[in-house]
Nanobody, 126 residues
């Protein structure tokens, strides 16, 4: 069992920055691909970014956030981060982290992830 707890959400003005954190319990973090997804009101949950269990530069981003968001991980702290810069009102959503455990391949599909956090609200005002 893996528990994920997100933090760092809040209200920010257009052009501002936020850094989300997701703390994971359990011993499987280092072998898990970690993803960030988001869901805006009335919309489906969408992929934002993932970082492969091997870490480093093995990351992938949705086109909508590429160049603005950066995903990273600290295996010693069992934590994954999402640095969000140049935020716009279109980034307003509940952000979720997710874990895909013990699979070599990564995925942009929500259905491919095994565990989810409770979400943290990010609101960007114009």
């Amino acid at each position: 069992q893996v528990q994920l707890v997100e933090s760092g959400g809040g209200l920010v003005q257009t052009g501002g920055s936020l850094k989300l954190s997701c703390a994971a319990s359990g011993r499987t973090f280092s072998s898990s691909t970690m993803g960030w997804f988001r869901q805006a009101p009335g919309k489906e949950r969408e992929f934002v970014a993932y970082i492969h269990w091997s870490g480093g530069s093995n990351t992938y981003y949705a086109d909508s956030v590429k160049g603005r968001f950066t995903i990273s991980r600290d295996n010693a702290k069992n934590t994954v981060y999402l640095q969000m810069n140049s935020l716009t009102p279109e980034d307003t959503a509940v952000y979720y982290c997710a874990a895909r455990v013990a699979r070599n391949s990564a995925s942009t599909s929500a259905g491919a992830y095994d565990y989810w956090g409770q979400g943290t609200q990010v609101s960007v005002s114009s």
